[in-house]
């Protein structure tokens, strides 16, 4: 068989970092499995146009021998979903290999945006020291509303993490309730209305996949009934927010802060206005290259996760149903929304 | 009876914020209560030297007058114990009034140093886009062991919040063992050796006050004794570090990185080398100016508190004993260390 996988170029810290197992420097540490059993392995960065490698090597397998994808890592929106069911391409992700990573840069980005960290570091840098101006716009967690847009793998560890915070409600949106067991272990209350749950939330972290229903859904009409002064963090993608609303509600401290790594365009152009924005007290930003999920912890997950379903196909093992997005010819998940 | 208040200047940030109650421009919000019971209130910020405002007043007082030193908030290293339980002067602070914030604060800084945060969002702004120059030193907190040095009412709320994020370990090193009430609500365990304690730790945080015994402890001697690329969190006071040996060991890696608000000299001179230094990778350096426990949630908490004190002493009734640090001629607390 033939395995194409695209990887993102690790460059010079690839080459000096092996733990960086997610680059094309790197192969997902899957080149001798591979090639021990007689399959060709070809890895690329080259995935955009027509003259691409990923083209030229799907052309090259026929398309109709193409039998499976798997997302090294967390998030198939990148694949339509719709010709893998109708062509009987497998879909397949190492489901939980990142929530845990994705999960903590949410707390880390509340935390960060709620206690005006990033103005307070530029202070200490440029060689300056005024406190007030920092304080006045640094607040605790502790007795804040925090909403979850998302309860699913990564929503819900988010929840189970902000727990001892203190806060004075947190709340879940979601099309389906918490599992029971879940229930029983974060004291959170659903609310079945988008605008009244947002209308509450002193912050809001998105944690749902993109897709249809979600795409553009955090826009100007949304953001009118956000709270004033509303923090929100966004580490699911970047298309669920309307980038220019966001910036804009930013610039007038409608919300007083956003912070995330998932952006509409990957990589984000040089002149991104998610770059730049901040509100009228000079901070508010915590936006970060997307990496919530690429931690070196995250990257030993997936790279094993993604042997392991390749080793399953292999050997006409049943894959753990929880990886399973699409199987052959249906869904298997939820999480993309269903035709 | 007149009162001195000694806070910080606020300039046109106190004057937009009268949330910012603790600058010399706001006043604790103290102004209308002490002159509506016909009291002298004094404000400043001149603390310094023989021409200081607060040698002027306090000699104006007599020095012998002197019946009560509080601290609006917590920390009373500042103030000379010994000579006010010679002196029979009480000493008092608003305990409990921000340690929730410097706990939230703490668990800020650990996530923002294990997750390599600075030099991404830098990357942003500076129109960036490496995603592995980032990865290569992101962990995920999840599987460290964190201690901290330190399990008093800060050091305990930050194992408190640290509780969810699946540490390999918990850790603490302190001269009294958590009380049992604390040790069945957080799963922590108490090392007796300083040296084999900060051997164990991947992330340590400070959560000490400063005295005779902590003042210059994390010194080039016990750092040689740290984990290599652990994660040093100093949220206490600056002079519990020694200023050189940390910078040193960012510099080389030994310390993969140091994160906190506190300073041996505040303000921090321009060229303090706790403003600059970095690691090998270009990041590890989360310091802040000293405003952790100065949030507005803080700053109302304190303000109340000192109002509080003040009323106590008046009417002449009982202080919270958690508040006071020296009684009359002796000392109540044991947080400062005991002649």
């Not at 398309?63 to 198939?76: D, F």
């Not at 826009?219 to 669920?240: E, S, Y």
């Amino acid at each position: 068989m033939k395995v194409l996988a695209v990887l993102y170029n690790g460059f010079q810290a690839a080459k000096a970092e092996p733990r960086l197992l997610g680059t094309v420097e790197n192969e997902l540490g899957l080149r001798r499995y591979l090639e021990s059993l007689g399959h060709e392995y070809v890895v690329t960065s080259s995935k955009e146009g027509p003259e691409s490698d990923f083209q030229k090597h799907i052309v090259d397998s026929d398309a109709k021998n193409l039998k499976l994808c798997v997302t090294a890592g967390v998030g198939s929106d990148h694949i339509d979903l719709n010709a893998a069911v109708d062509r009987k391409v497998q879909v397949l992700e190492v489901s939980g290999s990142n929530v845990v990573s994705v999960a903590e840069h949410v707390l880390m980005s509340i935390l960060l945006l709620v206690r005006n960290f990033v103005p307070a570091h530029e202070m200490i840098e440029r060689g300056d020291w005024q406190v007030s101006d920092i304080a006045r716009n640094a607040f605790d967690l502790e007795g804040k509303v925090v909403g979850t847009l998302g309860a699913g793998r990564i929503g819900y560890r988010v929840l189970q993490r902000l727990q001892p915070f203190n806060c004075k409600e947190l709340l879940y949106y979601d099309y389906n309730p918490l599992p029971m067991a879940a229930q029983s272990t974060v004291d959170v209350r659903r609310v079945a209305d988008l605008k009244e749950f947002v209308a509450q939330c002193d912050v809001l972290t998105v944690n749902t996949p993109l897709h249809e229903g979600t795409r553009n859904l955090i826009n100007k009409d949304l953001l009118h009934h956000f709270k004033p002064g509303a923090w929100l963090v966004n580490t699911a993608r970047g298309a669920i927010c309307n980038a220019e609303d966001v910036a804009a509600a930013v610039k007038s401290g409608r919300l007083n802060g956003y912070a995330g790594d998932v952006w509409n365009v990957q990589p984000a152009p040089k002149d991104h206005i998610w770059r730049t924005m901040k509100n009228p007290l000079g901070g508010g930003n915590g936006m970060v290259p997307h990496y919530s999920g690429t931690t070196l912890d995250a990257q030993a997950r997936y790279a094993a996760g993604t042997k392991a379903i390749l080793e399953n196909y292999f050997e006409g093992k049943e894959q753990d149903p929880v990886n399973v997005i699409v199987g052959i010819g249906k869904y298997e998940s939820k999480a993309y929304g269903q035709r």
